[in-house]
């Protein structure tokens, strides 16, 4: 009985034991919940520094890109995804002139009713499918130049951004360039004529009798002369295709009598250099088609020239003409000295004329393929070349054979 | 002998232009602009004009102009001799009864003189 309640004794004892420590635990527990609970605390007021800090920045970025925004010296139109404006900068307010808020919410086709905003609004009608630096005349003091650029953020369509850049400027001096060029070459002229003239009424013994030796120097500087209106006539070209106006009269013509009288009249040239052409003509039928036949001839005019100016002595130049699925195909291959690789990209550029070229020969404007590119584009067809620097080169020009190139023409 | 009235202001190609005509038997009118163009024209009756464009007091075009209205003028046959000749220029001429066009810098005056002969005959 005693033994038992000693028993019991320590077990009162063990069991109180463990309620205290049991207490003990539950107190330490509250101490690391509260401690815990500060911790917590702690953080949250952190994050919400941090929130707000984002917030600051988010705020001072937004700020920023809004200042960036305004003081672009290019116009920004924002439109949203459906094709409505959401935003406009001073610049685009200005260059408009119209003030945002009658714009933000409109479409193209709403912008498209008032008169400033008309010739951009139909410039805007197919932007779905981008733009890239297109001219638009706003009116006649300010051109600008449209690009388009399509928001996407993580693969959602946000909208589109019109850039809108002024160019009146670039377009202005452009244009004087080209009024003070065809004014010049116009002005040169009325001189170039009356020198060929009296040089030709000379030559042709109108005013009395010339001896060999004066008639020698005369016919020299007839063909100087002849140089010089030809040169004058390539800068007169430039300047019409630069404004546009350099227009297309298309008839019904044949490309082997236009070739062949090319190569009559060049074949003085030709043999005086020492050179060899051969026309070859292919067996099928050449079908007469819709050209420009005095600019085409300038065409096979100029690869001809460039042929025999570019090929030395004793070379050979072989012309050849097909006709092939809807199209005719015109090639001069020579073995002259040929375009070196780097410089092949810029054959057609304005004034551009090959280093190893001028080594040869100074003469020459290097405008005489830019020409030539404009007239056969002009026509639908395509024009290009191989060459190698040291083994010559081949030239080729398609024209199609159809109906609508009338039509094409008309529209240049 | 045909007549021929020249309207040009540039004094080398007068010079030049009526030599070449009157060695080859022609004879030849010379006025200095557009409206002089036109008096001779009324008073001399020539078989032939050639006709620049761009000319003092009134060009090639009013004189073209001018000419049609006047129905003793109509008929008179027109040479346009010009230092330019852009395709729209010279399909305007032909509407107005030109019968041909030539540019200077690319005929001479031996052409010139195969023209007119065309035209006289």
Redesign the interface.
Known sequence: MLKKTAKEKQENTIGSLKKRIKKANVCLADQEKAKELENSQLALMNMLEDVEDARKKAEEEKEKTSAVVKSLSDGLIVLNNKERISLLNPQAERMLEIPQKELVGKNIEEIGSSARLASLARALKDWSKGMFRREVLIDKDLIIEVSTVSMVIGGAELGMMLILHDITREKTVERMKTEFVSLAAHQLRTPLSAIKWTLKMLLDGDVGDINDSQKELLEKSYQSNERMIGLINDLLDVTRIEEGRYLYQPVLSDLVSIIESVVENGKDDIKRKGLSLEFKKSNSRIPRIMMDAEKIKLVIQNLLENAVRYTPSGGKIVISVSADKGKIEFQIADNGIGIAKDQQPKIFTKFFRGSNVIKVETEGSGLGLFVSKNIIEAHGGQIWFESKEGEGSVFHFTLPVKKELEEFLKEF | MAKILLIED?E??IE??Q??LV?SGYEVVVTRNGLEGLDAMEKEKPDLILLDIIMPKMNGFDVLERKNEDKSLRDIPVIIIS??G???EIDRAREMGAKDWLI??EF???EVLEKVKKQIN
Do not use: A, F, G, R
Request: positive net charge; without cysteine.
């Open positions: 540039e080398i190609m030049l232009l030599k070449k060695q230092n330019s852009q395709p729209v200077k810098t001479d005056p031996q």
